[in-house]
């Protein structure tokens, strides 16, 4: 169940870039619940992939890795609505909602290749 060996210090720098920027939300209740929504699903992702480093079956490290990327697909969502919503300026989101279509990316094509092993 090898995958690309940087993933999962490159989901946990996603996870440290999440919650510094649920830090700078503005503190209306909108941007608060948001934030919130995004916190749980970005910071899910590294979880849910470190818990497929350790499945038990190839069946198993599937359904975590698909939970991961399910996970980075609503992070993406709840980026996409912070920008939309001018909450934060769209700059400052760019990057972050690059590297969560990245990260989904990764995370299908180990899915897909494990489905086909």
Known sequence: MNAAPDL???TKE???RIIRLHA???RSRVAQ???DQLLRSATSVG???REARRAKSTADYISKVEGAQQEAE???SWLELLSGSNLLPAAK???LLDETNQIQAILST??????TR
């Open 8 to 10: 999962a210090d490159r």
């Open 14 to 16: 996603y996870s440290l």
């Open 24 to 26: 700078a939300l503005p």
């Open 33 to 35: 619940i948001l934030g």
């Open 47 to 49: 979880a849910q992939y």
């Open 74 to 76: 609503e992070s993406a």
């Open 93 to 95: 989101l760019t990057d």
């Open 110 to 115: 180990m899915a897909r290749k494990a489905k």
